[in-house]
């Protein structure tokens, strides 16, 4: 079966931090495009973080740029985003995804999402 586990959402306030992995099951990340979406409520679906195939290059959203940062671990096949300084505007469900490029169609595997609120 084909599909991630995604761990690590919660309830920080703001100017904190928390690291979301997903580990993927029945697939291979190495190789692969790497992203993280998210989707305010109210709002579509955005993608922040992507890691190009071949992972020479890196892509974030204006939004994010310089707090969080995507990597990914090939022994242990699983993904992460790590976010610092976080703000309120950054409450949303995250999305792990893999795919053959950083374009939202060609993503093929996605997380269920976790939840992240930055509240005080």
């Known amino acids: 079966q084909l599909h991630f586990v995604e761990s690590g959402g919660g309830l920080v306030q703001p100017g904190g931090s928390l690291k979301l992995s997903c580990a993927a099951s029945?697939?291979?990340?190495?190789?692969?495009?790497i992203g993280w979406f998210r989707q305010i409520p109210g709002k579509d679906r955005e993608g922040i973080a992507c890691i190009h195939e071949g992972g020479n290059r890196t892509n974030y959203s204006d939004f994010v740029k310089g707090r969080f940062t995507i990597s990914r671990d090939n022994v242990k096949n699983t993904m992460y985003l790590q976010m610092n300084n976080l703000k309120p505007g950054d409450t949303a469900t995250y999305y792990c995804?893999?795919?053959?490029?950083?374009?939202?169609?060609?993503?093929?595997?996605w997380g269920k999402g976790t939840s992240v609120t930055v509240s005080s």
């Open positions: 995804t893999a795919g053959t490029s950083c374009h939202y169609g060609a993503m093929v595997y």
């Open positions: 029945g697939f291979s990340l190495d190789t692969r495009a």
